[in-house]
């Protein structure tokens, strides 16, 4: 099953991803233009989506080009929920077979662009490499096993309660956590670097404001913590 997360997809790569056998849901743009059997053309913005509802076509042109075959095209617009209503629906290329099936896999998209987001620029840049083929697996399944032990570290951090010394928590405006649990972990080795690095600046500064020293002691306790981890 292939869903692509980023930015939108081309009939070119359904009609390759079809001649692979391989099924897949492609986000595709509202000025498309599609052929129903027996209509004449018309742009996925002319359909009618609007908020709570949605349609599957089947057997669909999906340009004016010859020689890419035909799709089914899936149109998706979330309902209005507690005030909130989502700023535009979904078209979607698919050849899945049904609405519901083509919804709940490009839903699935939400997880991967978060994980793409950690390898690349929310983590460890993995697009700035340049490596070579061989080189750039390698570094795949480095990142794999790296990116692993910081999501058990970053959620041992949050069981332990101590992810406030890590990062802020909370921001104005936001219902979700701030951090994930990999952002969590990665963190914490950086975090416990930093203390290290001036402990003996902060030790200083605790002498002169030693009303200070409890909140002092309780991050020295947390770092403790997470150094046991490495």
Known sequence: MCDRDREFGSVKLGKWLCDQNVRFVLRIQKGRYIEQAGKEYKRLSELGLMPGTSFYFRDVKVTKQTGFGKFDIAGYWKRRYQGHVEDEGWYLLTNVGTLKEAVATFRCRSGIEA?????????????KSHACDDRLKTLILLRAFA????????EKI????????VGRLTESGRTVARHSS??????????????????????ELMKIRPNKLPFFQKGMRAMSLIQSMF
């Open 115 to 127: 994980m793409f987001k950690d390898c690349k620029t929310g983590g460890y840049n993995l697009e």
């Open 147 to 154: 990116y692993t032990c910081a999501i058990f570290q970053g």
């Open 158 to 165: 949050k069981r332990m309660g101590i992810q406030k010394y």
């Open 182 to 203: 990999f952002w969590m972990g990665l963190s914490g080795q950086s975090w416990v670097l930093g203390i290290e690095y001036c402990q003996e600046i902060v030790v």
